[in-house]
């Protein structure tokens, strides 16, 4: 029990996996392992995880881009309700895929997981009327490390799942509108 399908280098980026954990359901409904060291680290992801975090959003909530600059933290990410579109963009210098990005649907639906290793942006559009993203990391919140860029920058190019919402319905916070370009 407990098994987990990986797909590795998403998007042909080192390190980016997608986990789909085996689901075992009936006319009851279902159980399946989100989170099993085992298994995770014979799929190569044998971190320690510290902290388990949670949020809830509504439908054009846009979150990101994100990272932390001192304490770099890998990421185990998850939606439990409704749907979003997750991103994680390679930050890593030195790395030949630097700057590139990719992004996977996470919903409660498909139940994918995402793991953002160390050094990556992260963030994410909320594509149903309301989800809840649960994510694990590998280090503490540090309140005064946090980075960032623009969402929308142009060098990265991130191919937003608007549908049929448009960039002016998109909610951001104040702190996300003002992040810089990715040059900087």
């Known amino acids: 029990m407990g098994k987990i399908t990986v797909t590795d280098n998403c ?3 080192a390190g980016l996996k997608v986990i789909e954990p085996m689901v075992f359901a ?3 409904g279902y159980f399946m392992e989100t989170y099993n060291y085992n298994d995770f680290k014979e799929a190569g992801i044998g971190c320690e995880f510290v902290q388990d975090n949670q949020s809830a959003s509504k439908k054009g909530v846009l979150r990101g881009l994100h990272f932390q600059i001192n304490y770099p933290q890998d990421k185990l990410v998850r939606v439990i309700r ?21 992004g996977v649907i996470l919903s409660e639906e498909n139940k994918k997981q995402f ?17 809840e993203f649960c994510y694990k990391v590998t280090d503490f919140y540090h309140p005064n ?10 060098d990265i ?11 002016a319905e998109l909610i951001l916070s104040d702190k996300d509108l003002k992040h810089p370009p990715f040059a900087k």
């Open 145 to 154: 490390d946090e980075g960032g860029f623009m969402w929308n920058d142009p």
């Open 11 to 13: 998007g042909g980026i």
């Open 26 to 28: 009936d006319e009851r």
């Open 157 to 167: 190019g991130i191919e937003w799942l608007l549908g049929d919402m448009t960039e």
């Open 82 to 102: 409704g749907e979003v579109f997750d991103v994680a963009v390679d930050i890593r210098e030195g790395s030949s895929t630097y700057g590139k990005w990719f």
């Open 115 to 131: 793991f953002i290793p160390k050094n990556f942006a992260h963030g994410f559009l909320v594509l149903s009327d309301h989800a």
